[in-house]
């Protein structure tokens, strides 16, 4: 299991960074990404925290830790600003909040995103096929979510991607312990969406290799 999108403390989680990596560690996950919101007003406060909690836990923990931030609700104009502030400032991870059917996300979110080249549009809902056809040029992932709420759009998500070839990634987007979701259940809830078992083990891939050139990176 890999998980690319959660929330410490720092934003809106309930645990520090080092407890949410061991339970993570301990449910069996390879990988996590600390990816918590974001926007030009805390972003230089948030980020350097994350990256030195990613660097602390390093050596002592036999879990890849990559830091991150999701991008909140920042107006389409900005995104593109705010992503390679972020970039620059060491965030290994990008991802954008994308325009869920549950939160006012404002419309133009998601092609903003895709059009600054995020790595993960997360929870991107109604996303249009032109802008699912955006995300496989710009090399972007589109999220299937564990989380309630955000993924009732997830089978809409699948079918699009599937349609135009676009790779997708599954997140928990956990806040709490509970939202670490086990392998088996990830597994159902990609089952779920309209995936087929092939279509899993290609989102399991593509996590892998975005863990391996991200870390690659660092």
């Known amino acids: 299991m890999i998980d690319l999108h959660t929330h410490t403390i720092f934003s809106d989680g309930v645990l520090v ?3 949410l990596a061991r339970r993570a560690l301990v449910l069996g996950y390879k990988a996590l990404a600390f990816t918590d919101h974001v926007d030009f007003s805390n972003l230089d406060f948030i980020l350097p925290r994350l990256i030195t909690a990613c660097t602390a836990l390093a050596d002592e923990m036999e879990i890849t830790l990559l830091p991150g931030v999701e991008l909140t609700h920042v107006p389409p104009i900005l995104i593109g600003g705010c992503v390679e502030k972020a970039r620059d400032l060491g965030a290994a991870v990008v ?9 006012p996300v404002a419309p133009g979110t998601n092609r903003a995103a895709l059009e600054a080249g995020v790595d993960i549009l997360a929870h991107p ?8 056809k955006l995300a496989v040029r710009q090399g972007v992932f589109l999220e299937i979510t564990t989380r309630p709420g955000h993924a009732l759009a997830n089978g ?7 349609q135009s070839g676009a ?11 509970g939202d670490l979701v086990t392998l088996e259940m990830a597994e159902k809830i990609a089952l779920g969406a309209g995936l087929n078992a092939e279509e899993w083990q290609e989102m399991q891939r593509n996590a892998q290799n975005l863990v391996e050139c991200k870390n690659a990176g660092r």
Do not use: F
């Open 156 to 162: 809409h998500v699948a079918r699009l991607a599937r």
């Open 125 to 132: 809902g109604l996303i249009s096929l032109d802008e699912v």
């Open 167 to 177: 790779k997708l990634l599954l997140n928990n987007d956990a806040h709490v312990p």
């Open 95 to 103: 991802v954008v909040h994308g325009e869920t059917l549950v939160e």
């Open 17 to 19: 960074p080092a407890e």
